[in-house]
């Protein structure tokens, strides 16, 4: 007898559009061909998951794999190798690599470069600096296109600092249908409140999160939801979290208004004895502990549109000199490989269910990002699905990771559940941890709705 499918994964926990039911699910040319209790179906690969719950691979809105140009931090093999292990499948690419992705040409050629180089897909943002380029950028591919209303480390060459910029950014989002994502901030208050808080002495990591919860990013929050009200486009936020709970009240305010806004968290893992313990190295996720709550109950009310890793790697080197000075390293941390577990781990301890995990992690980011054959466990869709053990547990050893930083914020940390293996359209690329897969099989997208 042909096999009639690639693979077929028996007797799973599926979870997908908000329901969760024991079903097989077959795989064929990549593609997932049937979902239910499937007796007579033969395939090349047969998969027991009797004890193990099935979720679409999770889609990563907001990453940094670091390539082209700084590739002493992360690439996009080591970046996309960590998202396999850590049960991502798709990875969004921020345009702050060097040189930044502000042109159609930028575009093209770092889409061009990493074709080789993705153990997962990778989607590309693009930089909204130069209103001439975006129609470009949005022809060749580009999920979305992010506005960096703030300058900072890493990410000068990206920033647009006046309004009429932004809205001609937002008109031709407008026009084009396409999300458009803000770093929200205003570069001349942010200097103002830093020198306050250097001119009182501080330097700690505290004095940081002030600042990025100060007046500078309300600010910023509040000017961009104003100038998508005026041009009347809807728009994202980028971390809304990192920006403490005023920049949620302000969401709020503005949804209650009648816009129409969408918004990240990263997954609050990180609290103030993390905060204190780890200094810079916890930047830019870490909150207070009595805001690590307040996300938590937002994000388990699908207030927040996605959980975004924002993983930003850089070397122990570079934030270094942070221990003594929070003023002079930059923010950011690995999280690929992390950000699954510690949401699978919330799940089971009761913070939130596995149908808003999905929902937040795979099915509303791949919607945003018009990815839509990404983010459900439905007949048609890519059969990326991230295998997961509720019974095993997972102590994060940052030795073992895969990005090329070698450390991590959540470095010892024993988690409940693990992710047993990930699949890319069909195919095994990781188990346990590591990578199973001989070459990597990941496409750069293409935004095509
Ligand atoms: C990011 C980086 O290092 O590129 N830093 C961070 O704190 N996450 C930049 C950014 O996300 O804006
Ligand atoms: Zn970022």
Request: proline share 5%; with cysteine.
């Amino acid at each position: 007898v042909q096999p009639r499918h690639d693979l077929v994964i028996r007797h799973a926990t599926v979870v997908s559009d908000g329901v969760a039911a024991t079903a097989d699910i077959a795989v064929a040319n990549g593609r997932i061909a049937n979902v239910g209790t499937l007796t007579g179906e033969a395939a090349a690969t047969e998969v027991d998951a009797s004890d193990l719950v099935a979720i679409p691979g999770v889609v990563e809105m907001h990453a940094h794999l670091r390539e082209p140009g700084l590739t002493h931090k992360e690439d996009v093999a080591t970046g996309t190798r960590a998202a396999a292990c850590g049960g991502v499948t798709t990875v969004c690419d921020m345009p702050n690599t060097l040189p930044p992705v502000a042109t159609e040409r930028a575009f093209r050629e770092k889409a061009e470069a990493i074709g080789g180089s993705c153990w997962v897909d990778v989607g590309l943002w693009a930089g909204g600096t130069k209103p001439d380029e975006l129609r470009g950028m949005r022809r060749a591919g580009a999920i979305g296109v992010k506005v960096y209303m703030v300058s900072g480390p890493g990410f000068e060459p990206l920033y647009t600092g006046d309004i009429p910029t932004l809205e001609s950014v937002l008109a031709v989002a407008k026009e084009t249908h396409w999300l458009v994502a803000a770093h929200v901030g205003d570069d001349n208050l942010a200097a103002a409140e830093r020198q306050g808080l250097i001119a009182a002495g501080r330097n700690d990591a505290r004095a940081f999160l002030a600042l990025q919860h100060g007046d500078a990013s309300l600010t910023g929050l509040r000017r961009y939801l104003d100038t998508a009200r005026r041009v009347d486009v809807p728009v994202h936020v980028a971390h809304l979290s990192i920006f403490g709970v005023e920049a949620l009240e302000t969401v709020r305010r503005a949804r209650a208004a009648g816009a129409t806004v969408t918004t990240e968290a990263c997954i609050p893992a990180l609290g103030s004895r993390d905060l204190d313990r780890l200094g810079i190295y916890a930047l830019a996720s870490a909150m207070e502990d009595r805001d690590v709550e307040i996300w938590w109950r937002a994000i388990a009310d699908g207030e927040i549109d996605a959980i975004a890793t924002d993983h930003a790697p850089h070397t122990r080197a570079e934030k270094a000199p942070g221990e003594r000075d929070i003023w002079a390293a930059p923010p950011g941390h690995p999280a690929l490989q992390t950000t699954l577990p510690l949401a699978y781990d919330a799940v089971l301890t009761g913070r939130w269910s596995i149908e808003s995990l999905v929902d937040a992690m795979a099915s509303r980011p791949a919607r945003l990002l018009g990815l839509h054959s990404k983010g459900r466990i439905a007949v048609g869709a890519d059969a990326d699905i991230a295998l997961l053990d509720p019974n095993g547990s997972w102590t994060v050893d940052q030795a073992e990771l895969e990005s090329k930083v070698g450390w991590s914020p959540f470095d010892g940390r024993t988690l409940r559940g693990r992710v047993h293996s990930t699949y890319l359209r069909g195919r095994l690329v990781a188990r346990a941890g590591e990578i199973v897969a001989e070459h990597p099989t990941g496409y750069v997208l293409a935004r095509r709705d």
